[in-house]
């Protein structure tokens, strides 16, 4: 019989998990604010090299700086951008930390791009307002991250799963299950207060190349949070809206509006004329991608070669050294020259990932989730459009009020009997002889969402796929892992179907179209607002099976002008007559 | 449950000429993001063991001997 005596238990105040981008900012705050407290970062893989930015950031899309935009006309924008489905709250508490963000980042070392004045050399991507703020230095991040880690003493693991969390019988959070990833060895964090930074869900799709790594998120980014934040009773929300992305065709790195749009370059068709008004990122301007594909005038492309040789340098000196710089090799592999020829474009598989789109583990304006000492922060979380400045803003709120939180906190007892049917069925795949292997799997899993759940989306389409993804539920009871290393990609691989069991409920309970192609429902085409202008937010119901249920919006706290309403839907460019 | 050992080309290729690895660098090891860098107990150079590569590059660029080349997987280039 095993006895809880025989697993390591880690007792800490505050337990983050995830080090990526809004996990070192809540770990390096909660230190900040309470130096006595114990903080630990959990990360599946090595903090100095993890997440969305483990090879730094091209820019912040989302900068809100005094003299370009104000908070109240960036939470007006995000709301537009939205179809009017935000926690404008949510929005406007991080509009209105975005530059004290970017000070504390500046005070850090990290550079930001200064006109000849001194001042912050802001572009305009976005329809309305002035938010692009280049990092032409930004691949030394982590690095500056890392030494704030280390300075303010959080305690570090790398290399460990989060599986579970823990709840105590009063049903707060009360830490979480752990599997080391090279050893397979199952620990217990007990935690007073935890953070879930585990970042987007990018591996519900299957990339359109096949490979089931070469997804637009770093692919660790499976849905671990969205999974485990499910299972202990949190909320989550928007999942309908799915994240989808403009890139180079096969080559999984954004096109890059951000960087080129603002200096000349843009998305065109196969004559090599503009068909969007506007590139930044929303599902309008991802529908009409979309048409544009399937069109007579596709494929798309990215157009660069009007433009002058120095300027292109500039592009391929950011786009080739930082965020994804492998880049440059695969066009070198292809011979593509942006100097000679447009770069083809594709749309990425879905996901969900608050960064881009608005999907996530739903949080409010203080980071708190609906399960009391949890919270959430980054492309997990639900605040949309947030991008990187949203991960550290609140990664800040949620470093500040978790450890608080924690502060007016016992240690929590833990739930034996749990943790130890947790801990069996956790190493299961491993004690196994055979059965299946979880690249299959997964492979399986995520073809079947690209066949029933990517849009448009199909009712009876996503009543099949429902059914075939928990046909495959049964399947988990023969996972075989012949290493810890295929024991992580085990555990992944059943967070993943969570999340597409979730993509396909959230889509078919919302009975509309909203989002553009993110929420294009053939069945429901029209967009309706009398029935469905509400969040919709899934759960796990007292029968411990998937619901859905709608969440009022909250009342605006900045009003729209009627005519602002309407912005993003004219995206097309109208022929001149 | 019969299971088959199929082959792979790996994107990640280490120069074992120039890899330190065997000194007990573990440097391309601890960054990889996915962790399907190990050592090849054969050589005790680091080597690709799992083709599951997001061609990010940390394994190249923090290389002290510059032993690591990203390659684009085959399936997308």
């Given at each position: 019989m095993t006895q809880l005596s025989d697993i390591t238990i880690k007792d800490i105040d505050v337990l983050v998990i995830g080090g990526g981008t809004a996990g070192p900012m809540a770990a390096i705050t909660a230190k900040e604010k309470d130096p006595k407290a114990s903080v630990m970062l959990l990360e599946k893989a090595n903090v100095k090299r993890s997440g969305a930015i483990s090879m730094g950031m091209d820019g912040l899309n989302n900068a809100v700086i005094p003299g370009h935009a104000t908070p109240e006309q960036y939470t007006k924008e995000i709301t537009i951008a939205n179809d009017g489905i935000v926690l404008q709250k949510g929005v406007l508490e991080y509009a209105e930390r975005s530059f004290y963000m970017i000070q504390k980042l500046d005070n850090w070392g990290v550079y930001f791009q200064k006109d000849e004045t001194g001042e912050y050399d802001v572009k305009k991507v976005h329809h309305l307002g002035t938010y692009v703020l280049p990092m032409p230095e930004g691949h030394n991040i982590k690095k500056i991250l890392y030494r704030r880690l280390r300075r303010n003493r959080v305690v570090v693991e790398n290399r460990y799963q989060a599986i579970r969390l823990l709840k105590d019988d009063t049903g707060t959070v009360s830490g979480c299950i752990a599997v080391g990833t090279r050893d397979a060895e199952v620990i217990v964090i007990r935690a007073k207060a935890v953070v879930l930074c585990t970042g987007a869900a990018g591996r519900i799709g299957l990339p359109a190349s096949g490979y089931l790594y070469g997804t637009y998120e770093n692919p660790t980014n499976c849905g671990d949070g969205h999974s485990m934040a499910y299972h202990v009773g949190a909320e989550l929300s928007g999942l309908e809206c799915y994240q989808i992305n403009p890139l180079l065709k096969d080559y999984?790195?954004?096109?890059?509006a951000y960087v080129t749009g603002p200096l000349g370059g843009y998305t065109a068709n196969a004559n090599g004329d503009?068909?969007?008004?506007?590139?930044?990122?929303s599902g309008q301007m991802m529908m009409e991608f979309y048409n544009e594909l399937q069109s007579g005038n596709g494929p798309v492309f990215l157009k660069l070669d009007h433009l002058a040789e120095e300027t292109i340098q500039e592009i391929e000196q950011v786009l080739h050294t930082n965020e994804r710089p492998s880049r440059g090799r695969f066009h070198d592999g292809r011979g593509n020259d942006y100097r000679t020829k447009m770069v083809e474009m594709h749309i990425s598989e879905i996901g969900f990932c608050a960064g881009h789109s608005a999907s996530g583990v739903w949080i409010n304006e203080k980071g708190?989730?609906?399960?009391?000492g949890l919270y959430g922060a980054g492309d997990m979380a639900s605040i949309p459009h947030s991008y990187m400045l949203g991960a550290f803003v609140y990664g800040d709120i949620c470093g500040e009020n978790a450890v608080e939180f924690a502060r007016h906190r016992d240690l929590p007892k833990l739930d034996e009997a749990f943790i130890l049917s947790e801990r069996d069925r956790i190493l299961a795949p491993l004690k196994r002889?055979?059965?299946?292997?979880p690249n299959q799997f997964e492979y399986k899993l995520r073809r079947l969402v690209n066949d029933y759940l990517?849009?448009?989306?199909i009712t009876k389409k996503m009543d099949i796929g429902l059914q075939r993804l928990k046909d495959m539920e049964r399947d988990i009871e023969f996972l075989y892992a012949r290493d810890p290393h295929e024991l992580l990609r085990a555990n992944e691989a059943q967070h993943v179907l969570d999340c597409a069991l979730m993509a396909a409920k959230a889509s078919m309970y919302r009975q509309e179209s909203r989002w553009g192609l993110y929420h294009h429902y053939v069945d429901h085409p029209e967009t309706n607002n009398?029935?469905?202008?509400c969040h919709v937010q899934l759960y796990k119901d007292e029968n411990n099976e998937m619901a859905c249920k709608k969440r009022p919006i909250d009342p605006y706290v900045i009003e729209l002008d009627e005519e602002e309403k309407t912005a993003y839907q004219k995206m097309r460019i109208q022929k001149v007559s | 449950m019969p299971t088959a050992n199929q082959i792979t080309m790996v994107p990640v290729v280490v120069d074992n000429d120039k890899c330190i690895a065997d000194k007990g660098c573990r440097t391309c090891i601890d960054v990889c993001p996915l962790d399907v860098l190990w050592i090849d107990e054969k050589t005790g150079k680091a080597h690709m063991r799992y083709d599951e590569c997001w061609y990010c590059m940390p394994c190249e660029a923090d290389c002290p001997t510059d032993a690591v080349t990203v390659n684009i997987p085959y399936l997308l280039r």
């Open positions: 999984n790195g954004p096109a890059c503009r068909f969007i008004e506007c590139d930044y990122w708190e989730t609906t399960v009391p002889e055979d059965g299946i292997p990517q849009p448009p989306k009398e029935d469905w202008f | -």
